[in-house]
Structure formats: C-alpha cells, structure tokens
C-alpha cells in the first residue's frame, strides 16, 4: 500500500538535493550576518534585520516574482550570472535552491543570532588575553559555543526549504525531475484524478521529514544549553 | 618593569594614575569602586585610556601622544579573572593548552609539567571546567595564563570569589607562583593580608587616584 513510485521518488530526491544545497550556501551567509546583527552597531542595521525577515512576512508568490525580475534570464543579476558565469537559475532545480535559501534564511539565522548573543563575550576577552588574534577568538571561542545554534539554525532553514512552495513554483514552475520539489508534486497530484493515493503518500514524507528536523532542532537547542554550562 | 601614566573617564567616575615599578609583584590595592579593575584592564589593553601611556618590559603598549595602542592579544600578559573564565566547550587540559597555541608556540613538556605540578592540577586534566570546584577552576585560570608564557601576569582578585577556607587553600600556590615562575605580577585586591603576604610593593588607590606608592609596611 505504502508503495512509493519512481515519479515520487524524484520529487522526494530533488527536494531533498534543493534543501541541501539551499541550507549549505546559506549557512555561512546565515552565521556572518547573524554574527553582524548580534555584535555590531551600524547604521541601517534595524533596516538589514527587517529586510531579512521580510520573506518572511511577505506573500512568497511576490518572492518568487521578485526572484524572477531580478534572477530570471533577463533579470538584472539573472542575465549577468548567465552570460559571464554561465549560471541559470531560471526553470533549473538551481533556481528552486535559490527560492528555498531565501524563504528560509530569516528561520536559519535566527537561532544562529540567538546563540552568538548568549555567548558571554568575557570569554572572548580572555581569549584574546591568551594572544588569540580577533578571527581565532571567533573560530575557537565564538563559533564552538555557538554551534549547537547554528546546527539548529541549518535545521530549521532545511525544514523550510525542503517544504517551500509559492515562491519556488513562481520563479522555477513545476517541471518534474527538474523543479517539481515534494510540494510542487502534491499540488499537480491533488489537482489529478486518482492522485489522491499518491498525494497522501507525499504529504506523509513531508510531515515524517518535518518533525524529524523539529526534533533535531530541539535536541540541538537541549545541547547548546549544556555546553554554555560548561557540561 | 612596568610604567603606567595613565587617565580615563568611565561615566561620572574618572581615574589618573601614575606609577612605575620594578617590584616583583605590585600589589594594588583599594576599597571596591576605586578603579582597580579598570586600571589592570588598560594594562592589559581591554580598556584604552583618553590619555597616557602604558610602557610593559621597556615595550610601550599604549601612548596616546603617538597613537598607539597594541591589541591584548599581542601584548604577551596573562590576566586571572575573578571568576576564571575557563572555556566550557574545552577541558582542563586544552584550556592549559589555549594560550600556546595560539600564539603559535612549540610545546614545553618541562614547562607544562612544572606548572601543572606547581598548582596540582594533574588530577583534572580530563575534566570540564563545570565538573571543578571554584578553588580548582582558579588553579586552572592560573596554569593557562602562565603556560601562555606572560612577560607580566594581571591578577584581578584571584580569590575574590571564594570563601575563607578556599582562600587558604590557594595562598600557598600563589605564594610559590611567585617565588618560583618568575614571571613579575600585578596582584589586585582589596584585603591587606592577602597583599602584606604576597606583594611586594603596594600601590594605594582611592577614588581614582594613586594615594600611596610603596613597600608592604603601609599596609600595617
């Protein structure tokens, strides 16, 4: 009964190839600006911090058209990555990992800020006491304790991305084995007659893969707390 | 050894001193509020003072005449907090380990084994800094700062936070720390015994200002 067929397996994989690949490139995104937001005071950082979470709160259909003015073919960005690097996003599983980092890059930065602010920065002066030059503090003190945060931030972002519907159908579609992510293959089914069976078996991976990162979260979010206490 | 001219305004409350020393350890002392910390924090180059100039070992470290100010990380100190300050996500041994690394030393297996001796460590170098008792976490505070090979140690109440009988058991280590590591000390604290037994020479703060400069008989 719980039989899952190629077709769904691809959309499984490819969701699982543009949430990997979304939360990769955007952790080291996600650990300098939470990093910048927690430490430092600029001008237009409430702006930054705003501009971040916008996707967010934004309506993703107006993301995605967004992605698509600015990453499309003859978007500004979009027509520059193609013709000098021989980067497309557009209708390629790349675009559909570009949709997913940013729809979740406010959820994957947010634990990571969270943590490097608790971080009680004495530690960083003692470092520093020590000989350790501004960067070794950040790579021996500040990212260590910091880390069971930006794991749940890696898990929270890939939770979103791998589940990210609207903005991606709206810059990518929905072509199967290339941008037809689990969501995007739920959609198609449960417009289909007779998909129901096969949209079900969907929806149960998705909700298997979403508590799964929830719970990985939470177990890292236990872990964080620990480790500050020096256990 | 150590020259300090310093003056800083931290708010309402402003602080000018000015000493130099060749004393073994300077003990600095003075009621809580008088600006001890934040004098032994310009040493280490954590706070920058308005005007002045810090000269360590014949290197100057800060002069605001000539614009400059060395980092803490280049200034080669070692500083004990009053709360030690041991990493958390380290044990005891890596801790020890800490400041040799980065300063991109080569291990000293004498040394480190000296030390470790020195302030009977040796027993908890498996150990997370939360697993320590607060006497032994600041015999571990005082092993990583002198295995980082300081040319001058800062020492900010070392006991502050213990109670009595905590304090006993570390004055002897700090007592052989000086005659034995041979690094020259700035000792903070605001108990004269502490000082009469360890000190060698006293600075007297009061309100921000340098009262007395001398040898430990002004503290009887």
């Known amino acids: ?231 | 050894m150590l020259r300090v001219d310093v003056e800083k305004q931290l708010g309402e409350f402003s602080l000018q001193a000015s000493f130099s020393s060749e004393g073994r350890v300077i003990g600095l002392f003075g009621a809580s509020g008088s600006g001890k910390t934040s004098l032994v924090n310009m040493i280490a180059g954590l706070l920058r003072p308005d005007r002045g100039s810090i000269v360590i070992d014949g290197e100057t470290v800060d002069d605001t005449a000539a614009g400059i100010h060395v980092p803490t990380w280049r200034r080669r100190i070692g500083y004990v907090f009053q709360d030690a300050r041991l990493f958390p996500h380290l044990n005891v041994a890596q801790n020890l380990d800490y400041g040799r690394r980065m300063n991109g030393l080569a291990p000293d297996p004498v040394q480190h084994k000296r030390v470790i001796d020195l302030l009977d460590i040796g027993a908890l170098l498996d150990r997370r800094p939360g697993k320590l008792s607060g006497g032994e976490r600041q015999r571990v505070a005082l092993g990583r700062a002198l295995l980082s090979r300081p040319r001058l140690l800062l020492l900010d109440e070392p006991l502050g936070a213990l109670d009595e009988g905590r304090k006993l058991e570390i004055l002897p280590y700090l007592v052989r720390l000086r005659d034995e590591a041979n690094v020259p000390m700035v000792y903070v604290s605001h108990d004269a015994a502490e000082l009469r037994q360890l000190a060698t020479q006293i600075v007297m703060l009061k309100q921000g200002r340098v009262t007395s400069f001398g040898g430990v008989k002004m503290l009887a």
């Open chain 1, 1 to 231: 009964m719980f039989e899952i067929s190629p077709a769904e397996w691809t959309a499984i994989l490819l969701s699982l190839r543009v949430a990997i690949i979304a939360t990769l490139v955007a952790t080291p995104f996600g650990i300098a600006l939470a990093w910048l937001l927690a430490r430092r005071d600029f001008w237009g950082k409430s702006v930054l911090d705003a501009f971040v979470h916008l996707p967010l709160v934004l309506p993703p259909v107006v993301t995605g058209y967004l992605l698509l003015l600015t990453f499309g073919r003859k978007g500004l960005v979009g027509g520059f990555l193609a013709d000098h690097l021989g980067i497309v996003f557009s209708f390629r599983w790349t675009g559909a990992a570009l949709a997913c980092g940013v729809m979740s890059f406010p959820l994957l930065v947010r634990p990571m800020r969270l943590s490097i602010e608790a971080i009680d920065r004495r530690l960083e002066q003692a470092a520093e006491t020590l000989g350790a030059a501004p960067w070794k503090v950040f790579f021996t003190v500040t990212l260590p304790l910091a880390l069971p945060g930006v794991l749940a931030g890696m898990v929270l972002g890939f939770a979103k991305a791998i589940g990210e519907f609207g903005a991606t159908i709206t810059f990518v579609s929905n072509i199967p084995g290339e941008t037809q992510t689990i969501s995007s293959a739920i959609y198609s089914l449960i417009q289909t007659p007779d998909g129901d069976a096969a949209a079900g078996r969907l929806v149960i991976v998705s909700i298997v893969l979403a508590l799964g990162a929830l719970i990985a979260a939470e177990w890292f979010a236990r872990r964080a707390t620990a480790r500050l206490h020096g256990n």
